[in-house]
């Protein structure tokens, strides 16, 4: 039996693994976070219906009947060539080359009237176009 009194050891705290975990998690905060930005004067912006918001002026729109004809914003159009239609386009886009075109075709138009429309849109300079649909609601009411 050994009776001698033992040497207590002080505990000791390694402290390096410590400061590693914490500068990992301070990375991964600093990397993670999201900084907002405040402004300094708190302002209430107006409220506009959406149709008040369209801005009506960047818009021509191009009606293409079933038997060829075309329309450019409700207004007949005497031929039926690309270029005189590009000169039309030309004419009635008042915003210049940020105009979009709206192609309104019949369900039943040709095929070659659509491709004619964004050919002299091209032509005209005016690259962004979009087609007007209706939904089926509104198909079925007819």
């Not at 002080?10 to 990992?24: G, M, Q, T």
């Amino acid at each position: 039996m050994n009776f001698r009194p033992r040497q207590k050891e002080e505990p000791e705290i390694n402290l390096i693994p410590f400061i590693d975990v914490l500068l990992v998690v301070l990375i991964f905060l600093m990397l993670s976070t999201t900084y907002s930005k405040f402004t300094e004067m708190q302002l209430k912006l107006p409220v506009a219906d959406t149709d008040a918001q369209r801005d009506y002026a960047r818009e021509v729109i191009v009606s293409v009947s079933s038997d060829g004809r075309y329309m450019i914003n409700k207004a007949p159009v005497n031929g039926r060539g690309v270029e005189t239609l590009s000169q039309a386009l030309s004419g009635s886009a008042r915003a210049g080359k940020d105009t979009v075109v709206i192609i309104s075709a019949d369900a039943s138009a040709a095929h070659q009237a659509v491709i004619t429309v964004m050919e002299a849109a091209r032509r005209a300079g005016l690259t962004q176009i979009t087609f007007a649909s209706q939904s089926s609601a509104q198909a079925g009411g007819r």
